[in-house]
């Protein structure tokens, strides 16, 4: 199994909404990382998880709460979001969280805030 | 300040034609250079490069990074309108795991 997935495809929430985000990967990979798209730009790096344990907070909101529960699952909770929240939201995972492991990335949630 | 740049922004060719797309980088502690595809949703992984001289190739597709002069090239021969895509490089650096996307190159291949 080669893939990330990612659940659910599409998510449209309100401002005071609370949701999540889902992610899994069955590779053995032990980094797992959150990105953010905007329309017609690259990625921005959101959080890093490494061996379950948080390594990298982008300066990200407190209105995205991330969390790992096992090695395999990934999940960012949602609350209390703004419509400019509205993107596509990346998933990766990698061997682990040296630099020259390549990431593989779900196919990612697109999010409307409303 | 560190930063990844792609050239061209775009790029509008015909099918059969070799383009070839520019990394540039500057960063800290550079660890690893990759390539991406993206078409409508995920990036799809195409090379990763570690060493400097060393071409990587993958049917059509081929790159080589250069670690004296810091850039990355990506080339595309016999180009088909399936290849349209926007390509990201972005870089591994600094001991933290950080990963700094370019702004991507917007390839059109026409029939």
């Known amino acids: 199994d080669t893939e990330v997935t990612q659940t659910p495809k599409h998510l449209v929430m309100g401002m005071t909404n609370k949701k999540s985000l889902k992610c899994e990967q069955h590779?053995?990979?032990?980094?797992m990382y959150w990105y953010k798209q905007k329309a017609k730009k690259p990625p921005e790096l959101m959080f890093v998880?490494?061996?379950?344990?948080?390594?990298i907070n982008e300066s990200v909101p407190s209105r995205f709460s991330p969390e790992c529960p096992n090695s395999s699952l990934l999940n960012l909770h949602l609350h209390a979001l703004q419509p400019e929240d509205s993107a596509l939201y990346l998933c990766?995972?990698?061997?682990?969280?040296?630099?020259?492991?390549?990431?593989?990335f779900g196919p990612g949630t697109r999010l409307t805030v409303l | 300040e560190d930063k990844v740049v792609q050239s061209p922004l775009s790029l509008v060719v015909h099918e059969g034609d070799t383009v070839t797309l520019n990394c540039s980088y500057e960063?800290?502690?550079?660890?690893?250079l990759l390539w991406y595809k993206q078409e409508k949703k995920a990036p799809t992984f195409l090379f990763m490069l570690?060493?400097s001289g060393i071409e990587k190739k993958s049917g059509r597709l081929s790159s080589i990074l250069d670690k004296k002069e810091l850039f990355s090239i990506l080339n595309i021969t016999a180009t088909q309108t399936g290849d349209s895509a926007i390509y990201l490089c972005?870089?591994?650096w600094g001991a933290g795991n950080m990963l700094t996307f370019g702004g991507g190159t917007r390839l059109m291949v026409k029939p």
């Open positions: 990766a995972s990698s061997q682990d969280g040296a630099g020259f492991n390549e990431q593989f």
């Open positions: 590779m053995g990979h032990r980094a």
């Open positions: 998880y490494s061996y379950e344990k948080l390594s």
């Open positions: 960063v800290t502690n550079f660890r690893s």
């Open positions: 570690t060493s």
């Open positions: 972005a870089v591994k």
